[in-house]
């Protein structure tokens, strides 16, 4: 079983900064990938970014990439995901997951289905 504790959430002005983090266990990160989905109110989750140590492979969505960077430290067992120039359409519930069987990848960030674990998620809010 993996277990997740997220944080760094909250309530950010349009052009802010937030670090998410979190804290995995029961995970190995030798194998498998693990990545950021996040969702709003009546719409399905969409895949923000993931890494896999095994083969080094990151992977962050069109609508983030220069602006959402995930990172982690695998002597604490802790991902990031660095969150700069937030615009209101970053507000959702944010998920750190897990899957073992698959690489980092467009392919298996399209789909929330394909994770095995997930943690409870972290609140982000952008508004003025």
């Known amino acids: 079983q993996v277990h997740f504790v997220e944080s760094g959430g909250g309530l950010v002005q349009p052009g802010g900064s937030l670090r998410l983090s979190c804290v995995v266990s029961?995970?190995?990160?030798?194998?498998?990938?693990i990545g950021w989905f996040r969702q709003t109110p009546g719409k399905q989750h969409e895949g923000v970014s993931c890494?896999?140590?095994?083969?080094?492979?990151?992977w962050h969505a069109d609508s983030v990439k220069g602006r959402l960077t995930m990172s982690a430290d695998y002597a604490k067992s802790t991902v990031y995901l660095q969150m700069n120039s937030l615009k209101p359409e970053d507000t959702a519930v944010y998920y750190c997951a897990t899957v073992g069987a698959y690489g980092c990848s467009a392919y298996v960030m399209s789909t929330f289905g394909n994770m095995d674990y997930w943690g409870k998620g972290t609140l982000v809010t952008v508004s003025a």
């Open positions: 890494m896999s140590k095994k083969d080094g492979a990151t």
């Open positions: 029961g995970f190995n990160f030798d194998f498998g990938t």
